[in-house]
């Protein structure tokens, strides 16, 4: 028979929930050091007992660089979450934005609306991250045509020379025709037969 489904709940012994968690803890930790070096990851793990006890695991060279690794990854996600509704509510409130505006503008019009003369230093760094997202933004949008225009460039480049090529073709093939219609329509005479160029030279 297979075993049943086991519920899970708190252990309400004191003894055996200790147990358990000391046995479980140290299962976790072996399970995420293994996870780090089979994979070549980074794995932070942090545990609090029910005394307030922290056990802690880091497979990098410390626990604390994991958390600002983690720290910046949430900010720029905000930031580009944030970043994004902005871009909407301007789009939508001030339409000559979107008709070519030059970012300078954009970018002091968005300063202007931030009020940045009263933000804390937690609000100026979440803005700071928020402008660094649209620089990026920017800059990977201006590779991407420039890129664009690159390749249709090289394509008419491409297209320009198989046409060249093929009046080239067309040129040698009508030169060609002329020449043989040329020989075609010369007189019969206009060459003495061989008979009588040998008569002529014997007198």
Do not use: W
């Not at 994979?39 to 007992?49: G, H, K, Q, Y």
């Amino acid at each position: 028979m297979g075993r049943g489904k086991v519920q899970l709940k708190r252990i309400e012994d004191k003894s055996s929930r200790q147990v358990t968690f000391s046995k479980r803890k140290g299962g976790l930790m072996k399970k995420a050091r293994e996870l780090g070096v089979l994979c070549d990851v980074e794995v932070a793990l942090m545990i609090f007992s029910d005394q307030g006890r922290l056990y802690e695991f880091s497979s990098a060279e410390s626990l604390g660089n994991i958390l600002e690794r983690y720290r910046r990854h949430v900010e720029e996600e905000i930031a580009v979450r944030r970043s994004s509704e902005l871009e909407k509510t301007h789009h939508a409130d001030c339409p000559g934005l979107q008709m070519g505006a030059r970012p300078l503008e954009m970018i002091q019009r968005y300063l202007e609306e931030q009020n940045i003369q009263e933000k804390t230093l937690i609000e100026l760094t979440h803005l700071e991250i928020e402008l660094d997202v649209m620089l990026r933004q920017t800059r990977f949008r201006k590779t991407q045509l420039m890129i664009e225009a690159i390749k249709a460039h090289y394509e008419e480049e491409k297209q320009l020379r198989e046409e060249k090529t093929l009046m080239e073709e067309e040129m040698v093939a009508m030169m060609s025709e002329n020449h043989v219609l040329r020989l075609e329509l010369e007189p019969n005479n206009a060459r003495a037969p061989p008979l009588q160029e040998t008569l002529l030279n014997l007198f």
